[in-house]
């Protein structure tokens, strides 16, 4: 008849697996744990661009010809100071992080200031029925860069109307579903087939949409160290419009192809 594990070893097992355990929990927090109280990014520029049938505004109009092509990062942050009372210019992004893309907590479930992170609307209108996506990061795309090789990967930025959706700069051309929330990223090059991984939301030919937009840096991304302290940014975003099946619209941008190609 075999004998049980000794008392002594089985403690020594136990010991070796709450040190395993504690080592692990310390690992996922490190990134976190050094960020958060001492780093803050300098400043930040963004310009938002986008196709010819498709415009926005911070407004809402009631025809297409009332919104605009291009918003900067001006024009952003005078709306968020009339709107919540500091100007992000003076209020650099500090890690936060949330689970509904709505709710931003500390690293010790504390609430988040509303300076900590951005948040905006913008509103959209297209000359066609359309679905409308966030070009790759090819030439002229959507980019995150920053001297700074690890901050963008740091980066999030979440769109919601009929659904929230997250980009992940750090996932490459993949997606995932986190609950009712899903993350993508995008194709560093020219190559993207829109589907339904990348799709932001529809809209229909001239019917305003609000789109909710808020941008943070996540601070369990083990991107996020000491050693972007003090560093700069800039956020291009540029939209897309297709059809049903992932297809360009005519006056889209012509060097990028949906699922045809």
């Given at each position: 008849m075999k004998q049980g594990t000794p008392p002594?070893?089985?403690?020594?097992?136990?010991?070796?697996?709450v040190l395993m355990a504690l080592v692990s929990v310390a690992a996922a927090t490190t990134a976190w744990m050094t960020i958060a109280d001492r780093t803050r990014v300098?400043?930040?520029?963004?310009?938002?661009?986008?196709?010819s049938s498709l415009r926005f505004d911070l407004d809402a109009h009631k025809v297409f010809d009332d919104y605009v092509k291009t918003l900067s990062f001006r024009d952003i942050s005078q709306r968020i100071l009339r709107e919540k009372g500091f100007d992000p210019a003076d209020n650099p992004l500090t890690p936060v992080t949330t689970d509904d893309c709505v709710h931003f907590?500390?690293?010790?479930?504390?609430?988040?200031?509303?300076?900590?992170?951005l948040e905006f609307t913008l509103h959209f209108m297209s000359t066609k029925d359309m679905v409308v996506h966030l070009t790759s990061e090819?030439?002229?795309?959507?980019?995150i860069s920053s001297p700074n090789n690890a901050l963008p990967d740091a980066m999030r930025l979440s769109f919601t109307a009929e659904e929230t959706c997250i980009f992940d700069p750090g996932l490459g051309a993949s997606s995932d579903?986190?609950?009712?929330?899903?993350?993508?990223?995008?194709?560093?090059?020219?190559?993207?087939?829109?589907?339904?991984?990348?799709?932001?939301?529809?809209?229909?030919?001239?019917?305003?949409?609000?789109?909710?937009?808020?941008?943070?840096?996540?601070?369990?991304?083990?991107?996020?160290?000491?050693?972007l302290r003090d560093a700069d940014y800039s956020?291009?975003?540029?939209?897309?419009?297709t059809d049903e099946d992932g297809n360009l619209l005519e006056d889209s941008n012509p060097n990028k192809k949906g699922k045809s190609q």
């Open positions: 002594k070893r089985l403690l020594s097992i136990s010991i070796l697996l300098r400043s930040m520029r963004m310009e938002i661009i986008s196709d907590t500390l690293e010790d479930g504390s609430a988040a200031k509303q300076e900590y992170y090819g030439e002229d795309g959507t980019l579903r986190s609950g009712a929330i899903r993350v993508f990223g995008l194709p560093k090059s020219d190559t993207i087939r829109y589907d339904d991984s990348n799709t932001l939301f529809s809209l229909k030919a001239h019917v305003d949409k609000p789109v909710v937009i808020r941008i943070w840096l996540e601070g369990t991304d083990e991107a996020c160290t000491d050693d956020i291009r975003l540029r939209f897309a419009g």
